[in-house]
């Protein structure tokens, strides 16, 4: 009986060894597979070469006081929003942003029928009111004057808008809407700081915790309920994106109407 007993326990001892062998090797591939994607993830990570090149976005206005006053837009209200690409990196860059108005859905709950009949009867061009809205409601501010930053012709499908005008003359606009869909607006924007070499736009070599100027510096909500309902009373967002390229790689400088290819090539 104690010869049994002993047996039973040599056996027991033995598998779970064998369990534990197991699971240690099993964990052991599971972190190498792991370590192994992280680092392949991370070699990739930086595209530009030679010493670190970086661009960021900054809002201070926006994340001091806008962002609280947007989550309850009112008529007549001034919502500060001014973004500007900060080289954040140790190499010399030029820089294009990118702003993206897109809509949110639709939203009815809560409103009136009158409401529903008058913006639910035709949605493309409730949609189009809204984009166009919107756009006219971004603000660049000179000298104290605010204007719309952009004029629009808004004629027809929505991804053949163009801009016609930009009144900030520290970049220079391509004109197509880069959207992919009907319920929003894309445009670059390339800082070139009004440099200029004989009739070419050059773009603005922006060095070391250098930055571009504000694209804009407000979202003027309109005053009349005519200009809000439909439009300011509805979710939408607009969202602007730093994006950079080395200016190294460009030793004899980079026109503004050659910079698209530029920055593609490098996305």
Known sequence: MKESFRSLFRDHTRQKLTILLAAFLVILVLFTGIFSYLQSRDSVSNRMT?????VTLLEPEWDRSGQELAKAAEPGMQIPKDPYGYNDGQADLYVR???TV??????TSGKTEAYRSRYNADEEARDQRRLRSIAEAIQYVSGGTAVPLLTLDSTGDVKDWTITSCENADFV???ANHAQTD???VFYFYYTAGDREGSDD????????????RLFQRVDIPVYKEDYFGVFDQRFQIRIQAQAVPAADYPDGLKAEDAAGAFDASA
């Open 183 to 185: 319920d929003e607006l």
């Open 50 to 54: 030679g010493r670190n090149g970086s």
């Open 202 to 213: 050059m773009m603005h070599l922006v060095a070391p915790d250098g930055s571009t100027a």
């Open 173 to 175: 606009y391509d004109p």
């Open 97 to 99: 942003l990118v702003m």
């Open 102 to 107: 897109e809509l949110g859905a639709f939203d």
